[in-house]
């Protein structure tokens, strides 16, 4: 608050450069590397917190931040945990990028690598599916980045990325044995997401939940309030006329940036619906945080 003369600095949120490389035994966060695809969500989950598992088993951070324990100036400390990136994360980096501080009103160049190789950039924002690669650190690769240079977020449009977000806290134990915490999650639970509201003019849960996910319930996570249109049909667009649903009784967890053969519907403000299962070309990324 730029009113406050003695603001409170809050503790750092640090968000995978990459989606995730490597393997669920040793998760990385590489350029140049096939990210992991074929996971459902749960061992999506449990490879993030992997990342930043102790030696003895508990979830602390150790592994990642050894190095810097007792003189970082980012409150790092053995409590620092890494988890699976959610919609609230997905949509401060939106914003980010989106602003003075990221690319402003620039669109995001979309990871077109038919092999999943992350860090690269297509020949444009809306390239089609392609085996070629820019490279993250070459001229043309950093467009793919949030910033629009070398230090920015990389693959924000792409290949589908699961946030691990849900509808009701509830899914088949097929994808996910023990739902997370609350603390690892952004839950939409069942009314009022499910229930149509007298405003809206869809039939489709999936799209009438986007009306209820107003700024007060779903603020910053780029959904409602960074769509154009009404919630009608599959037709609803979200900015630079990106494709949106949202989660429902049947498809109750998201995923963002749409795929690799770009269309007016993929991009970083693209949101889609799944049951959960890890395809080919669903990945994730990684987060840290202090709990």
């Known amino acids: 608050d730029e009113d406050n003369p003695n603001p409170t600095e809050l503790n750092g949120l640090w968000i995978a450069k990459f989606e995730t490389t490597g393997t669920a035994a040793n998760p990385t966060v590489k350029p140049n590397l096939t990210t992991l695809v074929n996971q459902n969500i749960g061992p999506q989950f449990s490879t993030s917190i992997n990342m930043s ?3 003895d088993g508990a979830a602390g951070g150790n592994a990642i931040i050894a190095k810097d324990t007792g003189s970082n100036t980012q409150n790092l400390t053995t409590q620092t945990q890494s988890r699976m990136v959610r919609n609230t994360d997905w949509g401060a980096i939106t914003y980010l990028a989106t602003s003075n501080y990221g690319r402003n009103s620039t669109e995001v160049w979309i990871n ?7 860090g690269c950039a297509g020949d444009s924002a809306s390239a089609n599916s392609s085996n070629s690669c820019n490279q993250y650190n070459t001229t043309i690769g950093v467009h793919a980045s949030a910033t629009d240079n070398i230090y920015g977020i990389y693959g924000m449009s792409g290949v589908n ?8 806290g509830i899914s088949s134990t097929s994808v996910i044995s023990t739902m997370p915490q609350t603390r690892y999650m952004d839950i939409y639970y069942v009314g009022p997401f499910g229930i149509k509201p007298a405003a809206s003019s869809s039939t489709s849960e999936s799209y009438y939940n986007f009306d209820v996910c107003d700024f007060s319930i779903c603020g910053g996570q780029a959904n ?3 769509t154009t249109v009404q919630s009608l049909s599959s037709s609803r667009q979200s900015w630079n006329y990106e494709a949106s649903s ?3 009784s049947t498809y109750v967890w998201p995923y963002r940036s749409g795929g690799l053969d770009s269309t007016s519907a993929d991009g970083m403000f693209y949101s889609s619906v799944s049951n959960g299962y890890g395809g080919s070309s669903q990945t994730f990324r990684a987060a840290l945080a202090k709990f």
């Open 53 to 55: 598992t102790n030696p």
């Open 112 to 118: 077109n690598n038919s092999s999943y190789t992350t």
């Open 246 to 248: 949202f989660v429902n």
């Open 224 to 226: 409602f309030e960074t």
């Open 161 to 168: 990325e699961y946030t691990l977000s849900n509808r009701g």
